[in-house]
């Protein structure tokens, strides 16, 4: 599937979910995955927006050594890094007024964690009026008392696929799906 005026949202891909306690489910390969979509965004000179969650403490403490963006993830200077607090990257952010400016109709998402801030992320988006594409081997999670977190994401992609009540609607997709208009 070809995107035209679509931006990426890189949802929480930050070292203390990749690493240590928090880590969550195969981070290095979805950071690959991330790293590839982001790349063709990139070569058809779409936005690409990175979300970085900060709170007051914990493993996510603004301006700690886990706040930072994950190792691995590519991030080049034309990107847009942007802070957030809650699980909504729309939530008391710019998000929005910066998809205006761009004239964005469609967005791409990805990151960490599944069931919290890219689930919340895509429902506020379809809210929004905004088509999403999830990249469903683009994001990942942590392992619960009931289920795995494979089983989370996949539940996830499910769910997020099956909502029709917004109007836009959501298309789950592999990393190498995703093709903008000036990809081979």
């Known amino acids: 599937m070809k995107f035209m005026s679509s931006a ?12 240590g306690e928090y880590a969550t ?3 290095k390969r979805v950071i690959n995955k991330i790293n590839l979509v982001s790349e063709k965004a990139r070569a058809a000179k779409a936005l690409v927006i990175f ?3 900060a709170s007051n403490e914990g493993a996510l403490a603004l301006g700690s050594a886990g706040w930072q963006l994950a190792n691995g993830l590519v991030v080049q200077n034309t990107d847009t890094v942007m802070g957030k607090t809650a699980t909504d990257s729309f939530h008391k952010t ?7 400016q761009h004239n964005i109709n469609h967005l791409i998402v990805c990151g960490m964690q599944s069931e919290f801030c890219v689930d919340t992320t895509v429902r506020r988006a379809l809210g929004l009026g905004y088509p999403v594409t999830l990249v469903s081997d683009g994001h990942t999670t942590l392992d619960n008392e009931v289920l795995t977190a494979a089983q989370i994401s996949a539940h996830h992609t499910l769910t997020l696929a099956n909502i029709t009540s917004f109007g836009p609607k959501v298309t789950p997709l592999t ?3 995703i093709q903008w208009p000036d990809d081979e």
């Not at 710019?94 to 205006?100: C, E, K, N, R």
């Open 8 to 19: 990426l949202i890189v949802i929480d891909v930050q070292t203390a979910l990749c690493t």
């Open 25 to 27: 489910f195969e981070s």
């Open 51 to 53: 979300i970085q969650h």
């Open 94 to 100: 710019p998000l929005q007024s910066l998809l205006a």
């Open 175 to 177: 990393a190498e799906q």
